[in-house]
């Protein structure tokens, strides 16, 4: 397994083709995932480890990915924590009880994720034996700003308002709630590699609405102190989008490979990432709406940016979306492969 080309991208070592994965590589784009979706709703697919193991594994099979990620959702651990989580109808994520001052910080419990969320993990060992070692297989979780931030604002948001009013006007509920939520994500990250993820991502999804300094005063701690909590164990991806000015700060905060998206060019961003660490992306999920000869002048100006530097790997910018056309994205991964090849 050690001989993965995955694993070897994520350690900087040299592969005979570029690796590719995608965000949300299970999901509505795939006929396979809707008729599922069809029967179940979203928390339930998640809370059934053979379901979730069975979505894990479709786009193994149809796309020919170079890695499997476990199918959860970043704000599973929320709900043992005491959130009220929905996934309402074309909504996306509602929290009934969101987050606002220093007593509900109090009252959050910092869970133990085998009690908890145990599915994950068991639906991580069923898929480690399924794959029975012909791809690694990555879990993840969320980071502790865009996790705040969803328990704050009760939902996705524009501005981030109650959330940045709650970091500028009471900084220690505010820490206070960033150790909580970073201590359940570093138990959690540790049981799922002790379930058998090879490699973890964090998803700082939402980071980069943040000035560099104030980043670097009420976030950087906090992710690095969740690294130090993972100690090198196995790979770890730092994630996230709109984080072009964040770069340096992210690569300070810590991780093996940084993923970037689409809006800075992927040569430019690992120059001031620097070469020690491994780097992700960027493709613009946008772009497989297009015609497959678009797609591949597109592949072919993110390798040729990298310029076969090892330690790439090839992914989207970010999560891909529910209408993409799924045979470009079969596509997609037989052009990386083809057009990377040594
Ligand atoms: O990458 C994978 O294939 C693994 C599965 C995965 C999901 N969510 C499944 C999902 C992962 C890695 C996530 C992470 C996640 N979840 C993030 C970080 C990544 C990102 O996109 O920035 C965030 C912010 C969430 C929270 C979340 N979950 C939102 C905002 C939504 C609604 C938006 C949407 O796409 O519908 C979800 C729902 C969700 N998570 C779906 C899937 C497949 C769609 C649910 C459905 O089938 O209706």
């Known amino acids: 397994m050690g001989e993965s080309v995955f694993l070897k991208a994520c350690r900087g070592e040299e592969v005979e083709y570029t690796p590719v994965w995608l965000m949300r590589q299970a999901g509505r784009y795939m006929e396979e995932y809707r008729s599922i979706r069809r029967?179940?709703?979203?928390?339930?697919?998640?809370?059934?480890?053979?379901?979730?193991?069975?979505?894990?594994?479709?786009?193994?099979?149809?796309?020919?990915?170079?890695?499997?990620?476990?199918?959860?959702?970043?704000?599973?651990?929320?709900?043992g924590m005491g959130i009220d989580l929905e996934f309402a109808k074309n909504e996306g994520p509602v929290i009934h009880n969101p987050v606002r001052t220093r007593a509900d910080v109090e009252r959050l419990r910092v869970i133990d994720p085998e009690e908890e969320v145990p599915?994950?993990?068991?639906?991580?060992?069923?898929?480690?034996?399924?794959?029975?070692?012909?791809?690694?297989?990555?879990?993840?979780?969320?980071?502790?700003?865009?996790?705040?931030?969803?328990?704050?604002?009760?939902?996705?948001?524009?501005?981030?308002?109650?959330?940045?009013?709650?970091?500028?006007?009471?900084?220690?509920?505010?820490?206070?709630?960033?150790?909580?939520?970073?201590?359940?994500?570093?138990?959690?990250?540790?049981?799922?590699?002790?379930?058998?993820?090879?490699?973890?991502?964090?998803?700082?999804?939402?980071?980069?609405?943040?000035?560099?300094?104030?980043?670097r005063e009420y976030v950087l701690p906090h992710v690095k102190g969740i690294m130090e909590g993972i100690g090198g164990k196995v790979p770890v991806i730092h994630f996230a989008t709109n984080?072009?000015?964040?770069?340096?700060?992210?690569?300070?905060?810590?991780?093996?490979?940084?993923?970037?998206?689409?809006?800075?060019?992927?040569?430019?961003?690992?120059?001031?990432?620097?070469?020690?660490k491994a780097i992700q992306g960027n493709l613009d999920p946008v772009v497989l709406f297009a015609r497959q000869e678009v797609i591949e002048r597109a592949v072919k100006a993110i390798l040729?940016?990298?310029?076969?530097?090892?330690?790439?790997?090839?992914?989207?910018?970010?999560?891909?979306?529910?209408?993409t056309p799924v045979e470009n994205v079969v596509a997609l991964v037989d052009m990386v492969h083809r057009l990377s090849r040594r």
């Open 39 to 79: 029967r179940y709703d979203f928390l339930t697919m998640c809370k059934s480890p053979e379901i979730a193991a069975e979505v894990t594994l479709q786009p193994v099979e149809k796309l020919g990915v170079d890695a499997a990620i476990i199918f959860a959702d970043i704000l599973l651990p929320l709900e």
């Open 119 to 215: 599915f994950v993990m068991e639906a991580l060992r069923m898929v480690r034996k399924e794959l029975e070692g012909r791809i690694p297989l990555i879990g993840f979780s969320g980071a502790p700003f865009t996790l705040a931030s969803y328990m704050v604002e009760g939902g996705h948001s524009r501005n981030f308002v109650l959330t940045k009013s709650l970091m500028y006007n009471e900084p220690s509920t505010w820490h206070l709630l960033m150790e909580k939520i970073s201590e359940v994500v570093v138990r959690y990250l540790n049981a799922q590699i002790d379930a058998g993820a090879e490699a973890v991502q964090l998803f700082d999804s939402w980071v980069g609405c943040l000035s560099p300094s104030d980043y």
């Open 243 to 276: 984080s072009s000015t964040l770069l340096e700060l992210m690569a300070e905060a810590g991780g093996d490979v940084i993923g970037v998206d689409w809006r800075i060019d992927i040569g430019e961003a690992w120059k001031r990432i620097g070469y020690e």
């Open 304 to 323: 040729d940016s990298v310029g076969n530097r090892p330690g790439h790997i090839f992914n989207l910018g970010h999560g891909i979306l529910p209408k």
